[in-house]
T-cell receptor, first 113, second 113 residues
Framework: DAGVIQSPRHEVTEMGQEVTLRCKPI?????LFWYRQTMMRGLELLIY????????DSGMPEDRFSAKMPNASFSTLKIQPSEPRDSAVYFC???????????FGQGTRLTVV | DAKTTQPPSMDCAEGRAANLPCNHS???????VYWYRQIHSQGPQYIIH???NNETNEMASLIITEDRKSSTLILPHATLRDTAVYYC??????????????FGDGTTLTVKP
């Protein structure tokens, strides 16, 4: 298995632009998590899905952030409009049965200028 | 989820055992102890987890005290590639709120030649 795949690996965008981050979880996993990591706040859980259904989005910072999981093999995290303070590394992770043993992707480093 | 306390940093000589402590004095009976690590510029990587018995896998050993209030992750023969931030997390598997478990600040382990 190729593991959790995220794209793009790096994204540089201008303030106000829409940004879409993509994630392909490990086949067969039924939980998908989106995290954000910054030096100031560490690794924060933004939202997670179970069987494509959002379970808890309380970590999503603002209405500018939205996440979707249209099917079991694909999820997106969208920021519209983007702001410089959104600059961070965004990780996607997946797991089976939410056992706590999650597999993380390599992350997307987002820079908003 | 119970909170954990870890030393911010540790050094270890290459080839020697690295012993990383974690305090979780408020752990409840059904919470497991999980360890992850994050090598620079990569996503977190699952290492090991356990409830009350000591556990060992190809990566590390986990020693949990009898009262379960603390644990130690042991890397038996540390290499330079083990330099990373190590996170100790306690949570209940299958808990619908388990996705909220946070990673905290972790311990930065530096393996030196």
């Amino acid at each position: 298995d190729a593991g959790v795949i995220q794209s793009p690996r790096h994204e540089v965008t201008e303030m106000g632009q829409e940004v879409t981050l993509r994630c392909k979880p490990i086949s067969g996993h039924d939980y998908l998590f989106w995290y954000r990591q910054t030096m100031m706040r560490g690794l924060e859980l933004l939202i997670y899905f179970n069987n494509n259904v959002p379970i808890d989005d309380s970590g999503m910072p603002e209405d500018r952030f939205s996440a979707k999981m249209p099917n079991a093999s694909f999820s997106t995290l969208k920021i519209q409009p983007s702001e410089p303070r959104d600059s961070a590394v965004y990780f996607c992770a997946s797991s089976l049965y939410n056992t706590g043993k999650a597999f993380f992707g390599q992350g997307t480093r987002l820079t908003v200028v | 989820d119970a909170k954990t306390t870890q030393p911010p940093s540790m050094d270890c000589a290459e080839g020697r055992a690295a012993n990383l402590p974690c305090n979780h004095s408020t752990i409840s009976g059904n919470e497991y102890v999980y360890w992850y690590r994050q090598i620079h510029s990569q996503g977190p990587q699952y290492i090991i987890h356990g409830l009350k018995n000591n556990e060992t896998n190809e990566m590390a050993s986990l020693i949990i005290t009898e009262d379960r209030k603390s644990s130690t992750l042991i890397l038996p023969h540390a290499t330079l590639r083990d330099t990373a931030v190590y996170y100790c997390i306690v949570r209940v598997p299958e808990d619908t709120n388990a996705g909220k478990s946070t990673f905290g600040d972790g311990t930065t382990l530096t393996v030196k030649p």
